[in-house]
């Protein structure tokens, strides 16, 4: 790797003669393992919750967790308006860039390389609604159109949704714009069955967007686009589930009042839309039963437990807790179990394996003691459950990642889970089904400037295209779209080693607006030992 010893460079970009100006890097780190042993371990015990729809502290945890999303994305843009961290006024360098010797461009990687990047003006939101003060990025899905195979990124921001053909991923084509139906909101949700995106929001009075895709085939210039149906029976939601094997989609955290004209929210928890008919979206019932749902996955189930076979199944991460809740008569839904765990923070989103064996999950909060600071030991975990036996869920290991990041979506692809981790950007890990353990095998930290405590980077991933294209949404920055190398990554998963660096930084010393900066972290393979 290239050694810079610079005291100070002023790096300008072709398209701007604005300068970024950065200091000298400091000296290489030692040699960290991307595992990171616990001085004591985590514990595995698992118990069962009473079952109850009574509010919990895990409401006054998520409604903690807004609150600091919502003040960190103040203090940045008033820091940012004030001059006072130019860091964060850096533009992430766009266009393809190779991962080679740790970095695509100005992002620090592992086997993954940047194909594109587009800024949220870029994604179509430079008309700001009105009282949209700190413009945001936040979940990204995908479609693939049946027809052509061409393929579309679907990205969330504060306004709206912004519909990306990606078909050539080095040069990404911002189709249209679809518009918050009310205000603007930190938290946009959106799930496709078949051809028609459902669009959810904690913007109040939002309801559900349904939206037909495929008006976003041929289309070559940029077009404002309007829902093709609603379903207004339910006010704010903070994330949508679809089970596309039974054409149904779930709103969770829908938690507008009867007051306000929404009887129907039970509680918070999964609130049942059959989208067979996608231009009428119909609600179909609710399950309140465990209070509010943060999120959930819903299948059409065929693991092993005999009893489940063929029933509808919804793993709900239900803020202090693992539920799983059988949601087939949509009448009379009926919880399974209700699972907990030591040291929950804030039990927030997770994905099983698909062979319905095996969930992940990820907890918001672990990083946090129960008053809300910082734990001496904040690294990112993810607890693996065997599942196999759906009454009573099974808590195997507990990964701990050397990354001191807060952890937020995650997707699995066969023995790969595809995580969006904040400031640590999007890790790609393997999961050994024999002893359920985890291990990085490679990463694109969209968020150089630091790796910390706090709700900036990546919001959200998806991998599930048929090209094996990655799109990954930034809070900050926008829409990434990466490619992973897979046969770098499997010669690592081959050869049993676990990965691990030394890195390097240096700062931003004086940064125009929106200023291309060059690499401002590096990194080198290294050894070092495992000893857990």
């Given amino acids: 790797m290239m050694l810079m010893l610079l005291s100070i460079v002023a790096y300008a970009n072709a398209a701007s003669l604005e300068q970024c100006m950065v200091g000298v890097w400091t000296a290489w780190s030692e040699c960290i393992s991307s595992k990171h042993c616990p001085l004591e371990p985590v514990p595995l015990d698992t118990y069962s919750i009473e079952r109850t729809s009574a509010w919990d502290n895990g409401r006054d945890r998520m409604q903690d967790i807004m609150n600091k999303k919502l003040t960190d994305r103040k203090t940045m843009m008033e820091c940012i308006a004030e001059g006072t961290c130019p860091e964060m006024r850096r533009r992430p360098v766009p266009g393809p860039h190779p991962c080679v010797d740790g970095m695509a461009g100005d992002v620090p990687c592992l086997h993954v390389h940047q194909q594109s990047y587009l800024d949220l003006v870029q994604l179509g939101y430079d008309n700001l609604t009105p009282g949209d003060t700190n413009p945001t990025g936040n979940d ?146 609710c399950f309140g039963g465990d209070g509010y749902s943060h999120d959930a996955q819903c299948v059409n189930y065929h693991g092993p437990d005999a009893n489940y076979q063929g029933r509808e199944i919804c793993f709900g991460f239900n803020e202090d807790s693992l539920t799983i809740v059988d949601v087939t008569d949509k009448n009379n839904m009926v919880m399974i179990a209700k699972s907990g765990y030591i040291n929950v923070g804030y039990t927030h989103q997770g994905w099983v394996t698909e ?60 023995d790969y889970v595809f995580q969006a981790n904040y400031e640590s950007g999007l890790r790609i890990l393997h999961i050994d089904r024999s002893t359920y353990e985890l291990r990085q095998v490679a990463y694109f930290d969209m968020f150089p400037t630091r790796t910390d405590i706090a709700f900036n980077g990546a919001w959200s991933v998806y991998p599930f295209f048929p090209s094996g294209n990655v799109a990954v949404s930034s809070i900050n920055d926008g829409l990434f779209i990466a ?50």
């Fill in 355 to 414: 062979d319905h064996e095996v969930i992940l999950l990820d907890d918001e909060f672990d990083e946090y003691d129960e008053f809300g600071t910082r734990k001496l030991s904040p690294f990112t975990k993810t607890y693996v459950w065997d599942v196999r036996d759906l009454a009573f869920p099974t808590l195997k290991s507990v990964y701990v990642s050397a990354e001191t990041s807060i952890d937020h979506n995650q997707y699995i692809i066969g």
């Fill in 483 to 532: 490619t992973p190398d897979w046969s770098a990554i499997n010669k690592l998963v081959e050869s049993g080693n676990v990965y691990a660096e030394q890195t390097r930084t240096r700062p931003v010393l004086v940064s125009g607006l929106d200023a291309q900066c060059p690499a401002l972290s590096q990194s080198i393979p290294c050894v070092a030992p495992i000893l857990c």
């Fill in 140 to 285: 990204v899905w995908g479609w693939t159109d049946p027809d052509n195979l061409d393929e579309y990124a679907i990205i969330g921001i504060s306004g709206g949704t912004s519909f990306v053909r990606i078909t050539d991923p080095e040069n990404p084509f911002v189709v249209g714009f679809l518009r918050s139906a009310t205000t603007a909101s930190l938290w946009r949700d959106m799930k496709v069955i078949g051809n028609f995106a459902y669009v959810v929001s904690e913007a109040k009075g939002h309801g559900l967007q349904a939206f037909d895709l495929t008006h976003l085939r041929g289309v070559n210039t940029f077009t404002q686009f309007t829902p093709d149906a609603v379903n207004k029976d339910f006010g704010n939601a903070h994330n949508i589930v679809a089970n596309a094997d039974s054409n149904f989609v779930y709103a969770v955290g829908a938690t507008q009042a009867a007051a306000d004209g929404y009887p129907l929210t039970c509680g918070g928890g999964l609130f049942a839309v059959d989208v067979s008919n996608p231009l009428q979206p119909t609600t179909a019932g």
